[in-house]
């Protein structure tokens, strides 16, 4: 293999770059070591670019969460119970859309109002005290769904006949996130801010929108630091992050209180000014 061909080499699919790393691998006893370092460079180059995703936000200081008009808009949009409950759990407890869709009966500890979380990111073990309306309605769905939840070998959110990608008992992800579509375009929440670069061949460009399944989670953890004064070591617990820092990224702070903030900052500026002006001329 030249060094020229290396820099033609695209990683369509973790397969193809299986391919190419058995050839380079037969290649490396008769290639040159500045070769070898040039292709080296290349293929990790289309490698990152293929699989590794950029944790930096593209959307700046926009608000990613719910604001309380937004989120009782898109709750009366929901016309399933189903669903209403599953997104309620996001917005009161601040779950992943993961953590929502295997709720279990086993997980919910009734005697005490509890549910035992199984942390996604840190796969970690974690209780949690279910508000007490929440609570009633998830008795209420309980009772009324008892027997699809029994089929579901007792999964909350069931899946619903033909509309699941996955072998799984309860909703997938996908299907979730096509109904939170649908019920933020119903509430006329859907915005729009960017679009996405796919490094994918044949791949449409991806819309982003401000709010998502996640969004709820977002706005929960804000509502939890809002209610708590701010106590971002509390606020930690409740998200279950295993860094106070990450916690931070959930916290928004309500355009009204931050646009007072600059209005009260720019009056005492300017107080001080004209005090040291006035002593200036003493």
């Not at 086993?106 to 942390?119: G, M, P, Q, W």
């Not at 928004?252 to 900052?265: E, Q």
């Amino acid at each position: 293999m030249k060094a020229e061909d290396s820099k033609a080499l695209g990683c369509g699919s973790k397969a193809q770059f299986a391919l190419i790393k058995g050839e380079l691998e037969r290649s490396l006893p008769y290639l040159p070591k500045h070769y070898l370092v040039d292709i080296r460079k290349q293929v990790t180059a289309q490698f990152v670019k293929r699989f590794k995703r950029s944790r930096i936000p593209k959307y700046g200081s926009l608000n990613k969460g719910f604001t309380e008009q937004e989120v009782g808009a898109f709750f009366r949009a929901i016309d399933s119970p189903k669903f209403h409950l599953l997104f309620s759990y996001q917005a009161q407890m601040g779950l992943r859309i993961g953590e929502a869709i295997r709720i279990s009966l086993k997980d919910i500890r009734f005697e005490s109002r509890e549910l035992v979380v199984k942390t996604e990111k840190a796969m970690t073990l974690d209780t949690l005290l279910i508000p007490a309306p929440l609570f009633q309605e998830t008795l209420a769905y309980i009772q009324a769904n008892g027997r699809e939840i029994e089929k579901a070998s007792g999964f909350l959110f069931f899946k619903e006949y033909g509309k699941s990608r996955t072998s799984e008992p309860h909703l997938d992800e996908g299907y979730v996130r096509n109904q939170f579509r649908r019920f933020a375009e119903a509430a006329r929440l859907d915005e729009v801010y960017d679009q996405s670069e796919e490094s994918m061949p044949n791949r449409a460009v991806r819309r982003l929108h401000r709010l998502t399944t996640h969004s709820l989670r977002h706005y929960a953890i804000t509502r939890f630091s809002e209610q708590n004064n701010g106590n971002v070591l509390l606020t930690s617990k409740f998200a279950r992050h295993l860094k106070p820092d990450t916690t931070m990224g959930y916290i928004h702070v309500n355009r009204k209180a931050l646009y007072a903030g600059i209005d009260s900052a720019f009056q005492i500026g300017q107080a001080v000014s004209l005090k040291a002006r006035l002593g200036e001329h003493r």
